[in-house]
């Protein structure tokens, strides 16, 4: 026989005293806070306090500026060392016991990342300052306002 | 107020009392936080304080904050200059209520061996309200251990209510503190008139 609606409310009845006693604990401290602070710790607010840097400085300018993002580039350009090495640091450590067909393949390899990187070199991206005749990649980068 | 021999008659029978206040005050005197923040040699000894040798811990004010937010106490440790002024008032305008302030070493209080120097502050307290002055150039931990004894036992004695209670608890008294400003010279105003006036020297023959 199936409990009745009623019966199985009341064997639920200890698990609402036990929310109900969880919410208390939670809120009871909360409230005693609130109450003290309105009594013993008067709020002072004011334009220092409320100000959101908190260095001592003062902030100036907008958080909403435009900077130059030319940095991703010489994180591509760092791939190119990066594979470089992981392909050649296992290759030099067998490097005596493979044939000139191996060598020959990994003279390609290097050719090919040393191309890239001529690449990049040639359209200026290893120029921080930038070079405007030369740097296409960055014309729309140029084209923004400079920075302070 | 209970009266002190019944309190202590209580003691003895294992009856404990307290009141809000002294209770209140005893939480707030053992968790005394800092503003991480060093001007001069002044702070290599306050990092020496906080250190195991000297160990400042032990009155629970170990937790130096980096942010005004969290702090409740400025340790102003070496030479305000002029330059820093500005931004060492208004990170004690930053700090929430309540808020304490000790001057560390000759300069913090004085501008101490750069006093005629024309780019040193001759003393914080110009500018903001300052609980214990350290002399020392620069003070031993154990001069700083005795400042913050010193503000414990200010905090013990701070009322919750009546007219002698503290500056953070009259909602009509300031938290902040005008900020000084660059001139041409000097600091503008070069001292807050509120806060500090010259002491006044009498010369007399007599």
């Known amino acids: ?148 | 107020m209970m009266d002190a021999g019944l309190k202590s008659e209580l003691q003895k029978q294992g009856v404990f009392t307290t009141t809000l206040e002294s209770l209140y005050n005893w939480g707030r005197r053992n968790s005394i936080w800092p503003l991480q923040f060093g001007l001069a040699c002044c702070a290599i000894e306050m990092i020496a304080t906080t250190m195991a040798r000297y160990d400042l811990a032990r009155f629970g004010a170990e937790v130096f904050r980096p942010s005004p937010r969290q702090a409740d106490l400025m340790i102003v440790a070496g030479t305000v200059t002029k330059k820093m002024a500005p931004q060492v008032v208004r990170l004690y305008n930053q700090m929430a209520e309540p808020k304490y302030v000790i001057a560390m070493g000759a300069c913090a209080i004085s501008g101490g061996p750069f006093k005629q120097g024309y780019n040193v502050l001759k003393g914080i307290d110009r500018f903001i309200p300052v609980d214990v002055h350290i002399p020392g150039c620069p003070p031993r931990p154990e001069a700083l251990i005795h400042a913050f004894m010193t503000l414990q036992q200010q905090i013990a004695a701070q009322e919750l209510t009546g007219p002698r209670r503290p500056r953070h608890l009259q909602p009509e008294l300031p938290s902040e503190f005008p900020v000084p400003r660059y001139g041409d010279h000097d600091l503008v105003p070069p001292k807050n008139p509120d806060r500090w006036t010259a002491p006044a020297i009498s010369r007399s023959n007599s």
């Not at chain 1, 019966?7 to 036990?18: D, I, K, Q």
């Not at chain 1, 100036?60 to 940095?71: L, M, N, V």
């Open chain 1, 1 to 148: 026989m199936s409990p009745t609606p009623a019966e199985v409310s009341s064997n639920y009845l200890p698990v609402l005293g036990l929310a109900v006693a969880a919410a208390l604990c939670a809120c009871t401290p909360l409230w005693l806070g609130r109450l003290w602070a309105r009594y013993f710790s008067p709020g002072k607010p004011g334009a220092d306090k409320l100000a959101t840097y908190e260095c001592g400085l003062e902030s100036k300018g907008d958080a909403w500026i435009h900077f130059k993002s030319g940095y991703y580039l010489y994180a591509i350009i760092f791939l190119i060392f990066d594979v470089e090495a992981v392909f050649l640091l296992p290759f030099a450590v067998i490097f005596t016991g493979l044939g000139a067909g191996a060598f020959v393949s990994l003279l390609v390899f290097l050719l090919l990342l040393a191309a890239g990187l001529l690449w990049a070199w040639r359209k200026g991206i290893l120029n921080w300052a930038g070079d405007p005749a030369r740097a296409s990649f960055r014309g729309e980068l140029s084209a923004l306002p400079p920075l302070d």
